[in-house]
């Protein structure tokens, strides 16, 4: 099936996901995960419709881009940041969903500000307190977020969630209900706090239903990606 296809499915999935809930959490919006594939299929993709690109590396993302041209595209970074790829990464992205340390965020404030950026931000929490897994755990979540507050030019949207692959796929549930319940306690006395991300292509449907309101899918769009020794 073509990137087009999917994309018809994928989207009408959301859909039929957000038609389940219980409570109306409002949009979603669908970040088309590129990494490990070409830009041509990034292409592919954008005239499609997607208007949303996730990339996980910064330097695979910088090549793409600047071959790219497509505009009016808003750039997502939805893998690890290394805190020394921050100056890189400000200038790249509109949105970096896994801002997890402190140091990290310092980083990527110092960077913005040297031109002249406000970089929009999400906390990656680590739920399941996988140790495998980059993110904050919940009991450090409000210090980091009083941290990026006391910075200028960070601005805190919202937070990322990646569920741990669980065989059951329904095993995903409560965590991303949690989630969810967290980003609405932590929403109430903040502004500009929107963007709940979570759901990949093994669980998009459940993250949406339980609240998610922005899903990260690779997989079901592009096919499964193929490694090369070097990318890994
Ligand atoms: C690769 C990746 C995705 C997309 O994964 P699929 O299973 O291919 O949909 C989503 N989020 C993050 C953080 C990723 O690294």
Sequence with gaps: MSVKENLKLVIEEIK??????????????????????SVDLMREAIDSGVTNIGENRVQEAAEKFQILERDGVTKHLIGHLQT?????????????????SENLATAIDKAAGNIGKVQDVLIQVNLANEETKFG???????????????LKNIRLRGLMLIAPNYADVEECRPLFRSMRKIFEQVGKTRQDFDFLSMGMTHDYKIAVEEGANI???????????IYLPANQ
Excluded: C, M, P, W
């Design 16 to 37: 039929n996901a957000k038609n389940r809930r219980n409570v109306d959490y409002g949009d979603v919006t669908l970040v088309a995960v590129t990494k490990n594939h």
């Design 215 to 225: 899903v990260r899918i690779g997989t079901a769009i592009f096919g499964e990606r």
């Design 136 to 150: 904050i755990n919940e009991d450090n979540l409000q210090n980091l977020i009083d941290t990026i507050d006391t």
């Design 84 to 100: 020394n790829k921050a100056k890189q990464a400000v200038k790249l992205f509109d949105l970096i969903h896994s801002v997890d």
